[in-house]
């Protein structure tokens, strides 16, 4: 194999590459990096078990041909060089990479050990790759960080088409972040839905932004899925349906009252009064008439007012929540937003009353013991 292209091109998608894969393997193969040259182009691809990822590039190729190196060490080699084009040729044991002041020789792994890359299903749909990034960031912090058992569905992101909307659904027990955005769906094409392993959406996100991506969604849920770009695509197997809390659909949105503010005001308000606390302690958050305030106590107290309308049944409301959960929520929200309550101890839910894209539901701190009111 010989091949010349351009180093910031290869460096990227070599670096891409690297990260998905696992620093310590159980299985030596998966620190590979396989590249395979045809015609004008070369793919880089990665295999960590379970998913992987291919990265296409325009190429001179001088001769045809593929070789494994290891994945790290190519990333790294490529990322130190200038601007300039990078000619790589390999054969069955040894690869150089050389530009016109510098060569790196390189061992090359056995291909023949290399595994057979999964193959996704056929394609069912397309979205936009920007709004698909937007919607991972949105969801992302609901993912549960670690899950075992019935909890491990939670580890996910759900992926769910509805009409000619895709639905991003996430939660970790106590918030529940869901975002929509545009489905294309292609011909044939039907309802679908899919548990996607949440850290695979979230390195992989912004990958597709700028593209439109196509999706392979499994009939059922089981199996893999592929997100494909043309230049880049991904395949990975996904989480069990069944493990998803999927009753999460018929949670009721009715609400006794709403408050309606400035997003700023309320994070801004958080920022300043977790000055005195250390995060891990629960802040009060109250609505009366034409006003709302937040509370800490910690090292010290603070409370902190800003403008808000309480329209609704309640005269007032008064509850504690965890302070990063909210600020979460927040995080995916810009301009005047709606606060939906009902009691102290029942969800909350956050959301743009002129955009039905987006909503972020949070528990509330429910033990006084653990959050008695400063």
Same mark, same amino acid.
């Given at each position: ?30 620190? &590979? ?40 060490? +190519?990333?790294? =080699? ?6 300039? @084009?990078?000619? =790589? ?44 990034? !937007? ?17 491990? &569905? ?80 991904? !395949? ?24 309606? +503010? ?65 600020? @979460? ?35 509330? =701190?429910? @033990? ?7």
């Amino acid at each position: 194999m010989r091949v010349t292209l351009p180093q910031q091109e290869l460096a990227e998608a070599a670096k891409w590459a690297a990260r998905q894969l696992p620093t310590k393997p159980l299985n030596p193969v998966f620190v &590979g990096l396989l590249l395979a040259a045809a015609g004008d182009q070369v793919t880089l691809s990665a295999f960590d078990g379970e998913t992987s990822i291919h990265a296409t590039l325009d190429a001179d190729v001088a001769e045809a041909g593929s070789v494994v190196l290891s994945a790290r060490l +190519f990333a790294d =080699i490529t990322g130190s060089l200038g601007k300039t @084009d990078v000619t =790589i040729a390999a054969d069955d044991t040894d690869a150089q990479v050389e530009t016109r002041s510098a060569r790196f020789d390189l061992a090359a792994l056995p291909l023949a050990d290399y595994p057979t890359l999964p193959v996704a299903p056929a394609t069912t749909g397309s979205v936009d790759g920007a709004e698909l990034a !937007t919607a991972v960031a949105k969801v992302k912090a609901a993912v549960a960080r670690t899950g075992e058992g019935s909890f491990a &569905g939670m580890t996910g992101i759900r992926l769910k088409v509805v009409g000619d909307r895709l639905e991003l659904t996430a939660t970790d027990r106590y918030r529940i972040a869901r975002h929509t955005i545009p489905w294309q769906a292609a011909d044939g094409g039907s309802d679908a839905m899919a548990v996607v392993p949440g850290h695979v959406m979230v390195a992989n996100a912004k990958a597709f932004a700028g593209r439109t991506v196509h999706l392979a969604l499994p009939a059922g849920g089981a199996g893999t899925v592929g997100f494909d770009t043309g230049r880049r695509r991904v !395949t990975t197997m996904l989480i069990e349906p069944g493990l998803f809390p999927h009753k999460l659909d018929g949670l009721n949105r009715t609400s006794q009252a709403t408050a309606l +503010f400035d997003t700023e005001d309320l994070t801004h308000a958080i920022k300043q009064v977790t000055t005195v606390n250390d995060g891990d302690k629960p802040i009060w958050i109250a609505f009366d008439g034409r006003q709302g305030s937040v509370r800490a106590r910690d090292t010290g107290s603070a409370q902190v007012r800003f403008d808000a309308d309480f329209e609704g049944d309640l005269d007032d409301i008064d509850a504690a929540f965890n302070s990063q959960w909210l600020l @979460d929520g927040l995080d995916g929200l810009t301009g005047r937003i709606a606060f939906e309550v009902n009691t102290p101890q029942t969800p909350a839910v956050l959301h743009d009353p002129d955009d039905d894209t987006y909503s972020y539901l949070v528990i509330p =701190i429910r @033990d006084p013991h653990k959050a008695a009111a400063p």
